[in-house]
């Protein structure tokens, strides 16, 4: 129902209410004949209701509610010298603005006021209780903009002002001076009041300026312009807040409307310039110039001083949003509203990011072998043969931590651990969803498939167990990287140059030289050493060289940590939430509202996947009524290779020699928590196996995809969420060529 015919409806209401008791009666409705003191009894007892009722109205400060308590009482008061027609006007203003059951409180009163003046009556009472609802419905209307919700308030309200001051008895026209001196020293007050924002504004823009120049700076390692440039800013948010906390301000700041607005700038000041004074003071004590990786050798002493300071930082972050969490007024104007909102997501972001800073400094160093010495399993992946976790197992290492000192141990070849373990007979330990859907595979090639599953931690933990059972030792934690995630750390030490290869390897060309161009010049031994010989080459090179600050390398080697093509994860606990803050575990996470994957694995035993490309393009359309989805996913496989021309351990097939060269043979596996509801390929009915990992279901099929071919498999899903919100999480594997997604959403209701 619309609001103009919910008004039309409740006011019609209030005359039927009006005609019925006349009838009812006999007799229309006449005045109150009672005795005075019954009849003062009884408005007071109205008006003492009234200003209760507004005094409590919620979110206010005590000298907003004294205010809200004696406009609740006096209105009663006006109201019964008004006449029913300015009060029913009055509160048709403010059933208009109203939610949907004051609307229709308000409205029927208004009706029912307009029924006795229509029938030529007084009724004193009704007039009295009218009051009390104006004043109790201004201060909680809850529709339109804040600004619309006052101009629509101070009509109400002037409008029982002026029906109940307009006689000519001296009484009140003392009322109306009295009235008119009160509005002139309100209008002081509020000119005061803006004088000291206009005053505070040049100061908090300045802070603002000033603070964003002085995190830039941190952010590119200049440690001692961050602390200059934070300090400055500092100081321009306490003299705004200063000229906002004013004695001779203090006034507006009890006042509805500006009051609210007042009391957010300078909470904001306040956050601002304790924020920004705990940023310099971390700067100072821990500035990044000073932290250097030398010769492979973090000084851990930089980092514990970091302890303290950011910890001061995440506590000053934690009150500012406990600061900012109180400003929920419905009355502050759009541009107060507007910069709170985005000073809270930036006090939240940076809250997640202090943590995880904080946490990284307080476990770091014992990460570091500052406790012990500290072994971490490298794992060298060649997505060239693409497995769930992005490639292959090709070669592997040992990392060693020793109070700060990285260094590379042991550098070998994967099929010798598979040697190892096949000689002592090991056994896989692993998570029962991992052992049922991929045990057949590890007894096939135990190392070259024990990379299947897309989730980090859980390779990581059977690589753990199974080390020391392949001739190996205790390690403390798993380490993966990939010819792009080589190419990122390239970028920090500078080409490296192997004696298998003519050329320098940068940070350009060695991703297409490990993915694809060894396998057009090296064979036998030297190809199968090449990835092992150039990761070591590259990983030595970043633990003897000397490097940037800390914050620049993590800066650098983002882009690689966030696709996935450097991993990291430890099985202790505390050191494993540290790391998934971070973002380095990959893992795919868990099951929240729609989250799915699309997962590739070569099947053929080539390195084909150097020519494999992906897209896929959710549609999903949701029926709110029902709280389900459907969605229709389609895949499309390209198979760029070619059917000669290149050297057999790239478009042969080792599993079947009989498929023609250049064929991609490949598991398509795709993890949804939604049930599969049919599948095609190419437009024909497929099959899909049916398994569960990972808190998922998971629908796969073998695909064989001719050189310079495609295809297109097609599934059509059910799922369910919560009728209200829908959020997609879409896993990526890291592969050669990024995935291509696209996700569109459609509604019914």
């Not at 007799?27 to 409590?56: D, E, K, M, N, Y």
């Not at 197992?393 to 651990?417: C, P």
């Not at 993915?515 to 030297?526: I, K, P, V």
Request: glycine share 12%; proline share 4%.
């Amino acid at each position: 129902m619309t609001r103009a015919a919910l008004l039309t409806v409740a006011t019609t209401a209030g005359f039927a209410f009006s005609g019925g008791l006349a009838l009812a009666t006999g007799r229309r409705v006449r005045p109150i004949t009672h005795r005075l003191s019954r009849r003062l009894r009884l408005w007071s007892a109205v008006a003492v209701a009234s200003g209760v009722g507004a005094a409590v109205v919620p979110g206010q400060t005590i000298g907003v509610r004294l205010c809200a308590a004696l406009m609740g009482s006096g209105l009663v008061i006006l109201a019964t010298r008004s006449r029913e027609v300015w009060l029913a006007i009055s509160l048709l203003l403010v059933a208009a603005a109203s939610s949907r059951g004051g609307a229709l409180v308000t409205a029927i009163s208004a009706g029912v006021l307009l029924a006795v003046w229509l029938g030529r009556q007084r009724s004193l009472t009704l007039l009295a209780i009218g009051g009390g609802l104006v004043a109790n419905g201004v201060l909680r209307l809850d529709r339109g903009s804040a600004w619309v919700q006052f101009m629509v308030g101070i009509a109400a309200v002037a409008v029982v002002v002026v029906g109940g001051t307009r006689g000519g008895q001296p009484g009140w026209r003392v009322a109306r001076y009295v009235g008119a001196g009160s509005a002139g020293v309100i209008a002081v007050f509020v000119g005061l009041g803006a004088l000291a924002a206009m005053q505070a504004r040049s100061h908090l823009q300045t802070g603002l300026r000033l603070a964003q120049g002085g995190l830039t700076a941190a952010e590119r390692g200049q440690g001692a312009g961050a602390t200059v440039g934070l300090r400055t800013a500092s100081a321009e948010f306490a003299s705004g807040e200063m000229r906002l906390a004013a004695w001779w301000a203090e006034p507006a700041m009890r006042l509805p409307v500006l009051g609210p607005n007042l009391r957010a700038l300078e909470t904001m000041a306040r956050v601002g310039r304790d924020l920004t004074a705990a940023a310099a003071r971390a700067a100072a004590v821990a500035n990044p110039d000073s932290i250097h990786v030398v010769g492979g050798s973090v000084p851990l002493d930089r980092l514990t001083a970091l302890d303290r300071p950011l910890k001061d930082a995440e506590n000053a972050l934690v009150q500012a949003s406990h600061n900012l969490s109180g400003l929920g007024s419905p009355w502050l104007v759009g541009s107060v509203r507007s910069r709170l909102s985005d000073l809270r997501a930036k006090v939240d972001k940076a809250s997640g990011d202090t943590a995880t800073a904080a946490l990284g400094a307080r476990l770091g160093p014992a990460m570091l072998g500052a406790q012990g010495t500290r072994r971490y399993f490298l794992a060298i992946l060649t997505p060239a043969e693409a497995r769930g976790i992005g490639g292959m197992i090709g070669a592997y290492g040992e990392i060693v931590a020793s109070q700060g000192r990285v260094q590379l141990g042991k550098l070998g070849r994967t099929g010798d651990l598979s040697e190892a373990a096949a000689s002592g007979r090991a056994r896989v330990d692993g998570p029962p969803d991992f052992l049922a859907r991929y045990g057949p595979d590890l007894t096939r090639g135990l190392w070259q498939n024990i990379a299947e599953s897309p989730d980090f931690p859980t390779v990581a933990k059977v690589i753990e167990d199974l080390y020391p059972k392949s001739g190996g030792t205790h390690v403390d934690g798993v380490i993966a990287i990939d010819p792009v995630g080589l190419a990122a750390v390239l970028r920090l030490v500078g080409p490296v140059q192997v004696a298998a290869w003519p050329e320098p390897l940068t940070a350009d060309n060695v991703a297409q030289v490990l993915l694809h161009d060894e396998y057009l010049r090296l064979s036998g031994s030297a190809r199968i050493d090449f990835l092992g010989t150039v990761a070591g080459a590259v990983v030595q090179r970043l633990t003897t060289g000397d490097l940037s600050n800390l914050q620049q390398i993590g800066h650098v080697l983002s882009g690689a940590v966030r696709s996935k093509h450097i991993m990291m994860d430890v099985p202790d606990t505390h050191e494993h939430d540290f790391l998934t803050r971070f973002g380095i575990t990959g893992a795919i996470g868990s099951v929240r509202d729609d989250s799915v994957a699309v997962i590739t694995e070569n099947a053929g035993g080539n390195k084909i996947d150097w020519y494999l490309r992906r897209s896929v393009h959710y549609d999903v359309h949701l029926t709110p009524a029902t709280k389900r989805f459907e969605a229709t996913m389609e895949i499309t496989l390209r198979n760029l290779a070619p059917s000669s021309g290149e050297a057999l351990d790239v478009l042969g097939n080792v599993v079947d020699a009989t498929l023609p060269l250049g064929t991609n043979r490949l598991v398509l596996s795709v993890y949804t928590p939604s049930a599969l509801d049919w599948a095609n390929r190419d437009g024909k009915r497929l099959p899909l196996q049916s398994q569960f990992e990972l808190g998922r279901r998971v629908y796969s099929t073998l695909v064989d995809i001719p050189p310079m071919g495609q295809t297109t498999v097609t599934l059509h899903l059910i799922g369910h969420y919560d009728g209200r919100h829908y959020a997609a999480r879409v896993w990526e594997q890291p592969s050669v060529m990024p995935q291509e997604w696209q996700l569109t959403t459609s509604s019914s209701g």
